[in-house]
């Protein structure tokens, strides 16, 4: 059987194709198996990030497959919206960097797939939005809660209870996605985007990360110890004298993880 999500290693990135035609829509299968991928990419210490995107060119993903709702069944929905909590949960809290390749229509779970990674480069053709409202349900995969921390209350609310769809150039300027590349070049952009966290200790990468996203829901007095705490926890590790000491000796660092 095809797999929904597509996986290959390219150095040391992982890079995930949601592969589920015609739309790249989510099912339980595709988020559960979204999910067990992010575990072992945490467990793999050759990878230092991710790509997420979508198979063909029209689509990066057109959110949950709407078939599945349609006889309102409760137990579906049930199991669906634990898959994408279990799924975007781990995403959003994978070790590495995770950028999306907005490479067509990234709609309801589509864009909050992307919202879960921690940044964002469209394709120009690329169109945004979370239309759930539209068809009688509403993004339960993170989408009120993290758009309004990216593009502001107001913007969220157009998307949400308007259902307004945002092409790549206005989904710029509002800062849901921070760059626009022409409609071959959005992988490569990722890619290399990715690539670029090599060159930074895994250690430091995920401890920032971590200190990132938690001042999303602390006191800033609370964020600034634990911020203090994170830069006296490095000094446990061996990459923290071989990043000091590269750079005071002119030559790359060798990051161990340890
Ligand atoms: C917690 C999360 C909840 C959710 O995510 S709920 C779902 C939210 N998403 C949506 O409501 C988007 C639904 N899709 C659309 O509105 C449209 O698509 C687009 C605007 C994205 C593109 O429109 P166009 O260019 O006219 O393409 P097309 O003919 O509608 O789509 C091609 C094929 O893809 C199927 N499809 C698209 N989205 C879904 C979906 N979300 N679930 C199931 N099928 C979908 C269509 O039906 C069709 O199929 P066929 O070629 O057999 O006619």
Redesign the pocket.
Known sequence: MTQKICFTKQGQVALLTMNN???N??TVDSLNRLATLVDELNGDDDIRSLVLTGEGE??FC????????ADGDKGKAHA??QA?GRAFEALSEFRGLSVAAING?A??????AALACDLRIAAARA?M????A??G?????G?TQLLPHLVGEAWAKRLILCGE?LGADQAQAIGLVEEVVSNGEVLTRALALAERVEGQSPGSVAACKRLIQSARRRPLNEGRVRERDAFMALFDTEDQREGVNAFLKKREPQWRNR
């Open positions: 035609p015609p739309a829509t989510w029209k689509f057109a959110g949950a497959e709407l078939s599945v709702f669906m919206a994408f229509y709609m309801g779970g589509g864009l909050e169109v939005g979370l239309p759930e539209r068809v349900l509403l993004p339960c995969a989408g769809r």
